[in-house]
């Protein structure tokens, strides 16, 4: 780590991030990351309580004059992405990120992401529980488990764990906004196994590389390229001339937008020149094509060793299978000006010993519209023959534009920085959704400093846009209302 990024401001949230990214926290893997943040909250002589699904709760008094405000949960996710560079060396459950200052402006790492989704919110609730001087109402920070692949922190939450009336939730990416709604979404799975048989021919590795990636829902809109998709339309050319898959991958999480996918292909050898024929036209056809959005892409066709392959007819199938796959944006929301309102992701491609998976995320602010993109994909990898499971189904977060804690951000905002903020939903997956369901009367809002390049290595968050973040928050903190009677009377006593 460059500690030069200790002496940055505010210096307790560097401090914080910086130790916070020393733990390795993959999704699934946040044992080490809990065990420091329990840590952490015993160490300052707090009360610290875990639920039986393993998020923590700590729990910190009001600053003194500030007993009669609102009690408020302030909540961020302890686990992050796990994406590098395909030329890193990098192992995520055993080091600590590699961070460094670039152009004076961001704090990066070393080809792999970054965790400042969601480890700047961690870190900046961190700050306020070690702090003596901030004022502040009662504190219940709030850190869930395995947001990013699945949301089951929050979806095992039940009733009574929190008591809290207002939430700030610190995992949102832009400066000038004020999230109160976001998509839900659901994993769709799709698998099917295949006879590899010995075959005869001339073997390549088509491999395609370089791209973005990205987050599949903030950036699914931004045009960007998908390495599974685009492989895909080369494999497909190859149909045409009896091209036999011997083994595929592309992409790695739901959560992601693929970046690279490669596949192992076999070629009848009459047929090889022909083929590289159509492929180099294609190849330069796609590079052209996405010139302006993926100006790193590769696309590479090497020599190989295969001796066996799903047949020419199931790698057909297969292939056409993916491209008939949507991918994107299927619906912009008719009622709020440019945000998305349902999406799919094909995240990840696998053939490997004769079975095929095909992973995907949909999301969408509206129930029906998940549903129906939902069916319609399971429709063309059923034809495909296919079987398909639906899991992990999460809720959205409806938006409540006559929420108290958004008119006072709003007017604290104005305050300080002159201008309006923009009140927006997003079609990333807010744990705020699954929240509200067993605390529907919880006054919700997300809210975080700049950070791009979420979900991939090229992640950064902006040095003065954390300054921002931090300043905003404390006035927040410090003027939060009187508290007053909130209705949890239909709260669910279970799981949703």
Same mark, same amino acid.
């Given at each position: ?54 998020? %923590? ?14 009690? %408020? %949960?302030?909540? #961020? ?140 829902? %903030? ?7 998908? #390495? ?104 912009? #929301? ?56 639906? #899991? ?105």
């Amino acid at each position: 780590m460059n500690n030069d990024i200790l002496n940055l401001e505010p210096k307790a949230i560097w401090k914080n991030f910086s130790a916070l990214n020393s733990v390795p926290r993959p999704s699934k893997k946040e044992e080490k990351v809990r065990q420091f943040i329990i840590k952490f909250g015993e160490d300052l002589g707090l009360p610290v309580e875990t639920d039986e699904v393993g998020n %923590v709760l700590i729990k910190k008094a009001a600053f003194p004059g500030m007993e009669d405000r609102k009690k %408020v %949960v302030m909540q #961020s996710h302890l686990d992050m992405v796990c994406q590098k560079n395909n030329d890193v060396e990098f192992d995520f459950d055993t080091q600590g990120i590699e961070m460094y200052i670039e152009d004076d402006k961001f704090v990066t790492a070393n080809g792999t992401t970054l965790g400042a989704d969601n480890g700047i919110g961690v870190a900046t609730i961190m700050s306020i529980l070690e702090s003596k001087d901030i004022p502040h109402p009662a504190i219940e920070a709030f850190f869930t488990i395995d947001e990013e692949t699945g949301m089951t922190g929050a979806l095992g939450l039940k009733a009574g764990f929190l008591s809290g009336k207002i939430l700030l939730n610190l995992d949102t990416e832009e400066d000038d906004e004020l999230d109160i709604g976001c998509a839900g979404g659901v994993d769709v799975t799709a698998t099917k196994a295949y006879t590899a048989e010995a075959t005869n021919g001339t073997a390549f590795t088509l491999t395609l590389k370089g791209l973005n990636g990205g987050h599949s829902g %903030v950036q699914i809109h931004e045009g960007l390229g998908n #390495s599974n998709k685009l492989i895909a339309r080369l494999l497909n050319a190859g149909t045409e001339f009896g091209l036999k898959i011997a083994h595929m991958e592309g992409g790695s999480l739901r959560n992601a937008i693929p970046r690279e996918s490669w596949a192992k292909i076999i070629i009848p050898t009459d047929k090889v020149d022909a083929f590289k024929a159509a492929y180099e036209t294609l190849r330069s056809e796609i590079i052209e094509e996405y010139e302006t959005k993926e100006p790193k892409m590769v696309i590479t066709l090497e020599a190989a060793e295969a001796t066996s392959a799903i047949s020419a007819q199931d790698s057909k199938v297969f292939v056409q299978t993916i491209m008939a796959a949507f991918n994107g944006v299927y619906r912009m #929301s008719p009622d709020v000006e440019g945000l998305v309102e349902t999406s799919n992701n094909v995240a990840r491609v696998e053939v490997i010993n004769g079975n095929a998976r095909v992973l995907c995320l949909t999301r969408s602010s509206i129930e029906s519209g998940k549903e129906a993109l939902a069916q319609t994909l399971k429709s063309g990898f059923e034809l495909g023959g296919f079987e398909v499971k639906f #899991s992990g189904s999460y809720p959205g977060w409806k938006a409540n534009t006559h929420s108290e804690i958004l008119e006072l951000m709003k007017g604290i905002y104005v305050s300080k920085f002159g201008e309006e903020p923009k009140v927006v939903a997003c079609h990333a997956g807010l744990e705020c959704g699954i929240i509200g369901t067993n605390y529907p009367g919880l006054d919700m809002i997300s809210f975080g400093p700049n950070i791009s390049g979420a979900h991939s290595p090229d992640e950064r968050v902006e040095i003065a846009s954390v300054q921002k973040f931090w300043d905003y928050l404390l006035d927040i903190l410090k003027d939060i209302p009187n508290d007053g009677p909130v209705d949890y009377s239909c709260a669910n006593s279970k799981n949703i």
